[in-house]
């Protein structure tokens, strides 16, 4: 499976064409969903970050006020880190299951979905990296309109990320997303379809693992529990060596 990373700046376009390649039946890790359910009540994250930041990021009904802890952690470079600690690796737990199953399923191509992917580092989990990008002042403009911030509010947040140009220097494709929607849409589908691998190559990818998991021998499991536990290393293991980069 190909693991393909896509990624932007902030109110760049790139969730617009993370939809497009969802229309086209490629499964998509999104890490922003991801990270919204980790910070749910109730959840390791959720206490840590509560914890870290105080009472004051909670709404009545004790969910995070992410405009709250937006305004915290844009301003402040080390709260953003804090943040960060406090969060990515159960952002990174999921998205590392998450494309496991994908695999196991057959599917030749999966999207991660992460504004921060080369930040993160999760950029080495994939075989090709598309980037969308667009002028500062379009992501500005583009955050003032949705969000209602100020501009310097906005121009601060777009500032917190790394340099799309950056971004676009170490991408394998770069898509603008100046003119027309559509016409991004297409162009993304487009450099995502031209890579996505034959049916021979996922299917020999696939049955590596598989046959791996099938020869474990049954006089080591001492129990069922024991041998789910066997079948799915061997499966994590056939998933590390193959998923990403052929």
Not at 209 to 237: D, Q, W, Y
Request: glycine letters at 8%.
């Amino acid at each position: 499976m190909l693991i393909v990373g896509l990624t932007g700046g902030i109110a760049s376009g790139k969730s617009t064409a993370s939809k497009a390649l969802r229309t086209r039946g490629i499964p998509v890790i999104d890490a922003d969903a991801i990270a919204h359910e980790i910070m749910q009540p109730g959840q390791a994250s959720y206490r840590k970050v509560v914890s870290h930041f105080g009472p004051g990021i909670l709404h009545p009904d004790r969910t995070i006020d992410r405009g709250k802890l937006g305004a915290i952690i844009f301003s402040n470079p080390a709260q953003r880190q804090a943040l960060n600690q406090r969060t990515h690796p159960y952002v990174r737990r999921r998205i590392l299951h998450l494309l496991l199953q994908h695999y196991l399923r057959g599917h030749a191509l999966c999207i991660l979905d992460v504004p921060l992917l080369y930040e993160s580092g999760m950029d080495r989990l994939c075989g090709r990296v598309v980037v969308v990008v667009c002028g500062e002042e379009t992501q500005v403009r583009r955050l003032r309109e949705r969000s209602g911030l100020g501009r310097q509010e906005a121009q601060a947040r777009v500032r917190a990320q790394m340099d799309l140009n950056e971004k676009a220097a170490r991408a394998d494709a770069v898509v603008a997303n100046e003119a027309g929607v559509g016409e991004m849409q297409e162009e993304v589908c487009r450099v995502v379809d031209a890579w996505r691998p034959g049916w021979l190559r996922t299917a020999a990818a696939l049955a590596v693992p598989l046959a791996a998991a099938a020869a474990v021998p049954m006089a080591f499991v001492r129990s069922a529990a024991l041998g789910v536990k066997a079948l799915g290393a061997v499966a994590a293991l056939g998933a590390y060596l193959f998923v990403s980069h052929y």
